[in-house]
């Protein structure tokens, strides 16, 4: 299905849009939404609503500052700042409990970061029990972490395992030494391999590791040395994102040395290779950098079109509300989004004062929940019914989406989506321009582009 991926297309699509893990996506927060408004919306959501929840923890800190970054995160050595931070956490999580409805069942859990496993062990245990205390585990629960080998220890999985942890993300980007080097992350891949062993004598069943292609001094056989490794470790899942190199978004990228980065041709064919050596050894790729094995709760979600996108990236919790803690995190429920603040400062003093940290915001409107229903659709299940949404939002989609059909034109002209009474749906190769297909039901990307560089490149 992916073997001989026409570059030109690559080529033609590669310009800047957003993830979609949000729409509309996270640069139309802004700060007219309040911390009352957010209150507002938090009493709402909880009356009379069984919504399931799914919680996201940001843990912003790390040792060291990989070059290529783009998270929101805190450079230290110092350890106390994690003790401080655990406390703030614990009071976010306080304040909030007063507003949740314990009926609800957290179906999801997701440490990310910065590194959560920069914690120590004890610090795993405390914020890992206090939130069990706080809120109501349904027995079956999706929890996740996002390990950095750097600095792991088999005890902190074994905290990590001990407060719920049943799936986890490895981050390795490149195991080329030279690679590794240039990005300022050295990760003997000794240290990968152990990380790899201890979760599986944990039980870990759902590993997945992340790789980053496009980065300084990768070419396409390093990589490809390095997917050799990574299939012989046969992880569940694999995501190998896209570098995105916006040195004017995060300044410390100048810190890269740009002549070193493979030449925008080479970086399309590394992606090529990457799809076709990755579906070869029997990954299905879903889209937007994700591959999994065929048994995967994934592949099956998608297969069942209940996958679903966050700001984690696809998820097979279809339906929960989305609550995050921690510097920068973001909520979305009942049609709303909040983002607490970015900095540790603001964080803290709003919490000082007994009040959510929220910084920006933003409450959709009825076109907007119409154009995200449609635009996940079309990223988790790659088809959207037309004759569906007519029914559900009780309108003409061919009226209401006129404009969106005329720029989807181009993309069925060389047979990328297809079109007929009652659907839209993405072929195999449009699996690798998802952004660009979706971009077409934004109502708010010409504006965006125009105004100003906020988005990282498509492929
Ligand atoms: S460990 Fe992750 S979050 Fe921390 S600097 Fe490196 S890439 Fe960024």
């Given amino acids: 299905m992916f073997n001989n991926i026409d570059i030109n297309l690559l080529k033609r699509y590669d310009k800047p849009g957003p993830r979609y893990t949000s729409y509309p996506s996270a640069p139309l927060f802004n700060k007219e939404y309040t911390t009352e408004l957010y209150i507002e919306d938090l009493i709402k959501n909880n009356e009379n609503n069984l919504n399931p929840i799914s919680i996201y923890l940001h843990i912003p800190f790390c040792d060291t500052l990989c070059y290529f970054c783009g998270c929101t995160t805190i450079i230290t050595p110092n350890q106390k700042h994690l003790d401080e931070y655990r406390f703030y956490l614990k009071k976010e999580i306080s304040i909030f409990e007063k507003y949740y409805s314990k009926n609800r069942q957290v179906t999801q859990l997701h440490w990310g970061g910065g590194t959560p496993s920069y914690l120590n062990p004890d610090q795993i245990f405390d914020i890992g029990n206090f939130i069990k205390s706080r809120?109501?585990?349904?027995?079956?629960?999706?929890?996740?972490?996002?390990?950095?080998?750097?600095?792991?220890?088999?005890?902190?999985?074994?905290?990590?395992?001990?407060?719920?942890?049943?799936?986890?993300?490895?981050?390795?980007?490149?195991?080329?030494?030279?690679?590794?080097?240039?990005?300022?992350?050295?990760q003997?891949?000794?240290?990968?391999?152990?990380?790899?062993?201890?979760?599986?004598?944990?039980?870990?069943?759902?590993?997945?590791?992340?790789?980053?292609?496009?980065?300084?001094?990768?070419?396409?056989?390093?990589?490809?040395?390095?997917?050799?490794?990574?299939?012989?470790?046969?992880?569940?899942?694999?995501?190998?994102?896209?570098?995105?190199y916006v040195p004017?978004?995060?300044?410390?990228?100048?810190?890269?040395?740009?002549?070193?980065?493979?030449?925008?041709?080479?970086?399309?064919?590394?992606?090529?290779?990457?799809?076709?050596?990755?579906?070869?050894?029997?990954y299905l790729y879903i889209g937007m950098d994700h591959f999994v094995k065929p048994d995967d709760e994934m592949a099956i979600a998608q297969k069942n079109k209940t996958l679903y996108r966050n700001f984690q990236g696809y998820s097979t919790n279809a339906g929960a509300d989305l609550f995050g803690f921690g510097m920068s995190s973001i909520s979305h429920f009942s049609n709303v989004y909040s983002q607490n603040h970015k900095s540790l400062e603001s964080y803290y003093q709003n919490l000082d004062n007994n009040q959510f940290p929220i910084s920006l915001g933003y409450r959709m409107n009825q076109d907007d929940i119409i154009r995200k229903y449609v635009i996940m659709k079309l990223m988790c299940d790659l088809e959207v019914n037309k004759l569906e949404v007519e029914q559900k939002f009780k309108i003409n989609f061919a009226d209401y989406f006129a404009e969106s059909i005329v720029k989807l034109e181009e993309f069925k002209e060389q047979g990328i989506v297809y079109e007929d009474e009652s659907k839209i749906i993405i072929g195999d190769i449009g699996r690798l321009i998802l952004r660009n297909i979706a971009m077409c039901f934004d109502a708010y990307i010409d504006k965006l582009i125009k105004e100003k560089p906020i988005f990282s490149r498509t492929v």
């Fill in 248 to 282: 004017w978004m995060k300044p410390h990228q100048k810190l890269i040395n740009q002549n070193e980065l493979p030449k925008a041709e080479d970086k399309l064919e590394i992606l090529k290779m990457t799809i076709e050596k990755l579906t070869k050894a029997g």
């Fill in 135 to 186: 809120f109501n585990f349904s027995h079956y629960i999706e929890y996740g972490v996002e390990i950095d080998p750097r600095g792991l220890t088999f005890e902190h999985l074994e905290a990590f395992h001990s407060v719920g942890m049943n799936r986890i993300s490895i981050g390795v980007q490149d195991f080329n030494e030279e690679v590794q080097r240039a990005t300022n992350r050295i």
């Fill in 188 to 244: 003997p891949e000794n240290i990968t391999f152990d990380a790899i062993e201890w979760s599986r004598k944990l039980g870990i069943k759902s590993i997945n590791l992340d790789l980053i292609y496009g980065l300084p001094k990768q070419t396409i056989s390093s990589f490809e040395q390095t997917l050799d490794k990574v299939i012989d470790i046969s992880p569940e899942r694999i995501a190998v994102f896209n570098f995105a």
